[in-house]
């Protein structure tokens, strides 16, 4: 007759396993994406987390010494265009729109006198 002791202990260890791993909070996630125009850059990052659920944040840096005004358009998934500005080199503009309806969709970046970069896509922030 074979023993059924060991298997016993391998289905109570999976069921403690299994029990233990669901119990663990969930873990964060982010996706960032950059455009740039000659050395000034956009940053879009869309991040979710269990404590503070889904949120944005959107960065623009003039990194050029040429005295030009930096402006950066950030499309959100509910329609809202935020836009900043960056007038100051070595500076950057930040923004933090909250909610899953303002995670950052499309995003572009231009600089006095020169045309608006392509829109850059960035996906939500997985769950």
């Not at 289905?11 to 669901?22: G, H, K």
């Not at 979710?48 to 499309?75: H, M, W």
Request: charged letters at 20%.
């Amino acid at each position: 007759m074979r023993s059924t002791r060991g298997k016993v202990g391998t289905v109570a260890l999976l069921t403690l396993s299994t029990m233990f791993l669901s119990a663990l909070p969930a873990m964060a996630s982010s996706v960032t994406e950059t455009v740039a125009d000659g050395l000034d850059r956009a940053y879009a990052s869309n991040l979710y987390s269990p404590q503070n659920g889904y949120e944005a944040v959107i960065k623009l840096c003039d990194e050029e010494p040429d005295g030009d005004t930096v402006y950066g358009e950030f499309r959100t998934h509910n329609g809202t265009l935020y836009t900043l500005t960056d007038v100051a080199w070595g500076d950057c503009a930040w923004g933090y729109p909250k909610g899953e309806g303002n995670q950052i969709y499309a995003f572009r970046i231009r600089e006095d006198g020169d045309p608006w970069s392509a829109w850059k896509s960035i996906s939500k922030a997985p769950r």
